[in-house]
Nanobody
Framework: QVQLVESGGGLVQAGGSLRLSCAAS????????MGWFRQAPGKEREFVSA????????YYADSVKGRFTMSRDNAKNTVYLQMNSLKPEDTAVYYC??????????????????WGQGTQVTVSS
């Protein structure tokens, strides 16, 4: 089983930046396809970004493309989400997720089977 722990959330003004981290652990951990999702109050959880096992390919939702950058350091079992030019509509709980089944570089919640507890990101206008 994979354990995921997010950190780095907080309160920031519009136009500011935050960097989220997700540390992975587990007895059988190996590099998996990883994703970031977010959920705003009253809304469904939505895809933000995903990254391949090696980190050579990333995939973003249109709403964050050009502003967010996902990366990973497999030596540290950690993935990152650099968020720039933040907007109030980016306010949400951000979740890290792992695809241990190997569905591929997916954007659906159902394609990820391990989840962190989430970290709150609040962007003020």
């Amino acid at each position: 089983q994979v354990q995921l722990v997010e950190s780095g959330g907080g309160l920031v003004q519009a136009g500011g930046s935050l960097r989220l981290s997700c540390a992975a652990s587990g007895r059988t951990f190996r590099p998996y396809v990883m994703g970031w999702f977010r959920q705003a109050p009253g809304k469904e959880r939505e895809f933000v970004s995903a990254i391949t096992r090696s980190g050579d390919i990333t995939y973003y939702a249109d709403s964050v493309k050009g502003r967010f950058t996902m990366s990973r350091d497999n030596a540290k079992n950690t993935v990152y989400l650099q968020m720039n030019s933040l907007k109030p509509e980016d306010t949400a709980v951000y979740y890290c997720a792992a695809d241990t089944v190997d569905y591929g570089l997916g954007s659906a919640v159902s394609e990820y089977d391990s989840w962190g507890q989430g970290t709150q990101v609040t962007v003020s206008s």
